[in-house]
């Protein structure tokens, strides 16, 4: 199996802030990673897929980027809605895998 | 709209068989263009996928849970199945029903997920 390692496990960031999410495949997957969003309670929400794809009535402040095996999602101009858990997944090869998650707080 | 909504047991003894269904509306589990797919998360865990099932039956599983799980779709009900043999504490979980186009790469839309606990 392909082991997404995603890092930091936790950031503390405030309103405005620029984050920085990274995962790490222990294969090169290509540009094959997807990034959701969680929030407590709920299921998760697709966030980018294929890297740098922005789903459906995604706000433009959620960027991806990589290809490989280093990957990344940024928000740009962190708001109050976007405080959750987050966690990317490969899709490489299956079966398909999940980061260990990072939660924005 | 696309919404997906399983539908679970809540409590199953150990050693005995999980079973959610999920139903489809906004959409058709007979669509050629997509997979549908079980996920679970165990509480304060990260997500696991289980594996999926098209419309014509072809499945792919977890090799970690392949033994123990069956999937099925039912078209005149639009709805997909889980069935999960052998349960234990370990298989506590919220589990999601979802679906993936792209090739079955990534979960666009999901169900708001069944809390499953086994106990006995």
């Known amino acids: 199996d392909i082991q997404m390692t995603q890092f930091p496990t936790s950031v503390s960031a405030s309103v405005g802030d620029r984050v920085t999410i990274t995962c790490r495949a222990s294969q090169r997957i290509g540009s094959w990673v997807a990034w959701y969003q969680q929030k407590p309670g709920k299921a998760p929400d697709l966030l980018i897929y294929a890297a740098s794809t922005l789903a459906g009535g995604v706000p433009s402040r959620f960027s991806g980027s990589g290809s490989g095996t280093d990957f990344s999602l940024t928000i740009s101009g962190l708001q109050p809605e976007d405080f959750a858990t987050y966690y990317c997944?490969?899709?490489?090869?299956?079966?398909?895998?999940f980061g260990q998650g990072t939660k924005v707080e | 709209q696309v919404q997906l909504q399983e539908s679970g047991p809540g409590l199953v003894k150990p050693a005995e068989t999980l079973s959610v269904i999920c139903t489809i509306s906004g959409g058709s589990v007979s669509s050629g263009t997509y997979y549908w797919n079980w996920i679970r998360q165990a509480p304060g865990k990260s997500l696991e996928w289980i594996g999926y099932?098209?419309?014509?039956?072809?499945?792919n599983y977890n090799p970690s849970l392949k033994s123990r799980v069956a999937t099925s779709v039912y078209t005149a009900d639009n709805q997909f199945s889980l069935r999960l043999s052998s349960v234990t504490a370990a298989d506590t979980a919220v589990y999601y029903c979802?679906?993936?186009?792209?090739?079955?790469?990534?979960?666009?839309?999901w169900g708001q997920g069944t809390l499953v606990l086994v106990s006995s």
């Open positions: 997944q490969q899709a490489g090869s299956l079966p398909l895998t």
């Open positions: 099932i098209s419309y014509n039956g072809n499945t």
């Open positions: 979802a679906r993936s186009g792209d090739g079955g790469r990534s979960f666009d839309y």
